[in-house]
């Protein structure tokens, strides 16, 4: 008989891409490309490509409650990811499991403007999302447009008010947050993390590549794949490794040809390049 395998767990709580690049298809590859095994909560579904969201179909919140009661009862779950939610009452479901405590360390991607611009969270959420979610989960993930509807404020325009952001939404919530800098311009796309141990700023090279659809995913589910490797570690330790993965996969998504995404519109990354290095 062959010997038990003790393997991390990581949960998303997303919604499905028809088009597999970004949303809870993206959490799985992110999950699996980590050696970590991922269980998922479905809270909407897209009928999307890459050109764009054609359709979205929220599901009733009650059903995701189910979803979540059935994962959290049987299944030792060691890190949450949390993504598209779609509406308040997604929101308050998962926020009463959040509250609960079985899911590990939470990072929470608020998802509410695809890459390819499509808006994907219905604007009644996004008071939940701020008042109800936020406080109690881990870490946040915004971009540079989604820190700013979280703050009510203008957008970020440079890295200090980036920086300015991401420390005034940590002061407001005490939640660690990392906002994501790509939406800014220069060969270095920078993130900030600020979070109980001050800040960190990631910085890596510019990659020039169409293929973008589904990196907020990617990064929020390294993220979470790195938690539940490393139980204890600070997310300024977890982050750069996090970083790492999701600089490769942009790398090597200018190679992947899927869809319309090598034509211009917004290809999806490539999860699972180590499979495809030489060697």
């Excluded at 779609?86 to 695809?114: E, F, H, K, W």
């Excluded at 390294?222 to 600070?234: E, H, K």
């Excluded at 040809?257 to 211009?264: A, E, I, P």
């Amino acid at each position: 008989m062959s010997a038990r395998v003790d393997v991390p767990v990581a949960l998303t709580i997303a919604g499905s891409d028809s088009g597999g690049g970004a949303g809870v298809q993206a959490d799985l590859k992110t999950f699996a490309a980590h050696g970590v095994f991922g269980a998922s909560v479905l809270t909407a579904l897209t009928a999307q490509n890459t050109r764009g969201v054609h359709g979205v179909h929220v599901v009733p919140a009650a059903f995701v409650t189910e979803q979540l009661d059935a994962v959290l009862s049987d299944i030792a779950v060691h890190a949450t990811k949390i993504g598209m939610l779609a509406d308040a009452r997604v929101v308050a479901a998962v926020a009463d499991a959040v509250a609960g405590g079985a899911g590990g360390p939470v990072v929470l991607d608020p998802v509410m403007v695809a890459t390819s611009g499509d808006r994907l969270l219905d604007p009644a959420a996004v008071a939940a999302v701020r008042e109800d979610l936020l406080p109690i989960v881990d870490l946040v993930t915004p971009n540079v447009p989604e820190a700013a509807v979280l703050l009510d404020a203008a957008p970020a325009t440079d890295l200090d008010g980036v920086r300015a952001q991401a420390r005034e939404l940590f002061s407001r919530t005490g939640t660690a947050v990392l906002v994501k800098g790509g939406h800014l311009t220069g060969p270095e796309s920078v993130d900030v993390l600020v979070g109980p141990s001050g800040e960190t700023l990631l910085r890596r090279p510019r990659v020039g590549t169409t293929a973008t659809h589904g990196t907020g995913c990617t990064l929020s589910a390294a993220l979470a794949a790195q938690a539940a490797l490393r139980p204890g570690a600070g997310w300024e330790e977890l982050a750069g490794p996090a970083r790492d993965y999701l600089q490769s996969a942009l790398l090597a998504g200018r190679d992947l040809h899927v869809g319309s995404g090598h034509d211009g519109s917004h290809g999806p990354l490539d999860h699972a390049f180590a499979l495809r290095e030489p060697g």
